[in-house]
């Protein structure tokens, strides 16, 4: 299934055996595009502690994953579609959250986030000459592309998950492909998005998340730069966040997030375990 390009292997563990010391290597092996199925992360459906429903979610890496907020979505029509739960409104167990779920009549998939934690105040983080420095001053001079000396306004939001959100310039032809993995580690390590302010109801936004590296969207990310834009006082509550995939809509009430936004099935299959004999 994908979210917005954001793709998953799900598996509904109440049909498949699996071994809970395997699942980790499992994710390895499914999310290889060339040896694999190919995925951003491997999701699984578990009975919950104290809610029917319980999802996991492991990135290609192998780690564990608190939150996935595109995997969340799929996950609300995999219910449907698999016969275990035909209700439009559900509850579903995440990363030690209780969040609800929303089936809406054109298939889109209301997920309410939990509440929005801003973990950190704002900084700027600069880039000159191949180096990153990150300070609470304002950078010297106009952001220039081309000479590689760049600004952000950054801060560091939880959205169940860390995220580390960048605004500045149009993140479309900046090189996060090699930017991503010395981000990602550049502090605690995070989900770094690069945010361009189009407007007061409107983000651009580029991710590199961390085990999974370049995605085509972030759910929990996009409604992390929508929390980060709006109380830097740059956006409204409400956001419609463009991402390489597609776009999700973010709805902000005090500390609480709303997004809503598209979920599909791509393809139904087996997959077998090679035994040595």
Known sequence: MHGIGNDFVMINRFSASLVEAEISSLALQLCDRRRGIGADGLVTLDRGETLPWRMRMWNPDGTESAMCGNALRCLALFLQEEGLDPSDRLAVEIGG????LEVLDDRRVRAEMGTVEMASGATILERAAGVWRE????????SD?????????????????PHWVL???????LPLETWG??????GP????????????DRI????WERGAGLTLACGSGACACAAATHHLGLTNSKVEVF???????????DLSVRMTGPAQTVFRGHWYKETAE
């Open 97 to 100: 959250r209780e969040l609800g």
């Open 135 to 142: 300070t609470s001053s304002p950078p010297e001079g106009k």
């Open 145 to 161: 592309p081309a000479a590689d000396s760049l600004a952000w306004t950054t801060m560091r939001v939880s959205v169940g998950n």
């Open 167 to 173: 605004v500045g310039a149009d993140p479309q032809d």
């Open 181 to 186: 993995p010395e981000l990602e580690n550049f």
């Open 189 to 200: 390590r995070s989900n770094v998005h690069l945010v361009q302010v189009l407007g007061s």
């Open 204 to 207: 651009k936004v580029r991710t």
């Open 243 to 253: 991402l390489p995939g597609g776009s999700l809509l973010i709805e902000l009430a």
